[in-house]
């Protein structure tokens, strides 16, 4: 937003966004040890046989199959249920830059001496997530969805009454794919001891993320909701902080893989070197402003400002 001076007001102003006032003076946990988790690329298409495979590579226990599974049927994710980039019908396309950004992630923390699990491809499974034991960064790189209001009905989640659900709850209404979501799309039952790979934000409410400073959501609307209330972006970011994480950066737009890239090693590389959190996604995202301006010739805020950290 620009002042009248021409300036942006993130320029003239240190701004930060919390859930609540009482952030301010809620007291920090302890910090968890630098150990961070970070998830990208995941094959969508991912078959029950290869799933089974990676878990076995993995040496990961098998998940118990979720009672929501049903929830997520082919109509109910038809047009206006997810974001434009994500495909049609019951496909998500893949995110290659993703699994390039958090590679690059993990190389700047271990030159910061921080313990890093990359999972990418066949092993980006929604299980390694529920099964992360505090770490202090998780990074997930993947597609987000809401779904709007009206096409939630109580039939979904198998109650036998087919009418406007009063189960409106953004918790139940966004969430994260992860490998082998697009035969949750399609409508194919989970199989035993395999995810579904949908995490919704009632289940990543769950996770155990006592000590962790910061989950990063990156590439294609991880934060974004229904504008018209906004409950997409509440819901998946309530859960993530009600599970325990000190703050959230969240895309607010379908974000370019290049910059995105750029962006993330430029605030990444502040924020590990001792800068404070807030202030290294500014300077970040000021620097890649200027580059912007470079490259295109004007000011494009696409390319820069979809990120927004929302926390203590």
């Keep these: 937003i620009p002042a009248p001076d021409g300036k ?6 240190d701004l930060r966004l919390v859930s609540s006032t009482r952030d301010i003076l809620r007291a920090a946990p302890p910090r968890a040890a630098s150990i961070a988790l970070l998830v990208g690329d995941p094959v969508f298409d991912l078959s029950e046989d290869r799933q089974r495979a990676a878990l076995k590579e993995l040496a990961l226990p098998q998940p118990e199959a979720h009672v ?23 496909t998500l396309p893949r995110l ?5 950004e958090v590679n690059a992630i ?11 699990s990359v999972y990418t491809s066949e092993l980006a499974l929604k ?4 099964q992360a034991s505090s770490p202090r960064v998780v990074h997930l790189a993947t597609h987000g969805f809401f779904l709007p209001d009206q096409r939630i009905k109580n039939d979904r989640l198998g109650l036998g009454v087919n009418e406007p659900s009063g189960l409106e709850d953004p918790m139940l209404r966004s969430g994260l794919y992860f490998a082998g979501a ?3 799309l399609a409508g194919e ?29 990156s590439a294609c609307n991880t934060g974004q909701g229904d504008m018209r209330n906004g409950e997409g972006v509440f819901g998946l970011r309530r859960a993530l902080q009600e599970a325990g994480a000190q703050s959230v950066l969240m895309s607010l737009w379908s974000v370019p893989d290049e910059e995105t890239l750029e962006l993330m090693k430029r605030f990444y590389a ?11 996604l500014k300077e970040a995202q000021l620097e890649m402003r200027e580059q912007v301006k470079k490259s295109h010739g004007k000011d494009l805020p696409y390319y820069w400002g979809a990120f927004v950290l929302v926390g203590r």
């Excluded at 039952?189 to 155990?208: C, F, I, K, S």
Aim: proline residues 4%; without cysteine; hydrophobic residues 40%.
């Design 8 to 13: 942006l007001q993130m320029e003239k102003y």
């Design 68 to 90: 929501l599974t049903a929830a997520f049927s082919p109509d109910a994710l038809s047009p206006g249920g997810v974001s434009r980039d994500q495909g049609t019908g019951t």
């Design 96 to 100: 290659p830059g993703t699994g390039a």
């Design 106 to 116: 993990a190389d700047l923390m271990r030159q910061h001496q921080w313990k890093t």
């Design 127 to 130: 299980t390694v997530v529920e």
């Design 182 to 184: 697009d035969r949750t």
């Design 189 to 217: 039952p989970t199989a035993q001891g395999l995810d579904n790979g949908v995490l919704t934000a009632m289940e990543a409410g769950n996770l155990n993320l006592r000590g962790t400073e910061l989950v990063v959501l």
């Design 270 to 280: 502040k924020w590990l070197a001792g800068m404070e959190i807030h202030q290294a």
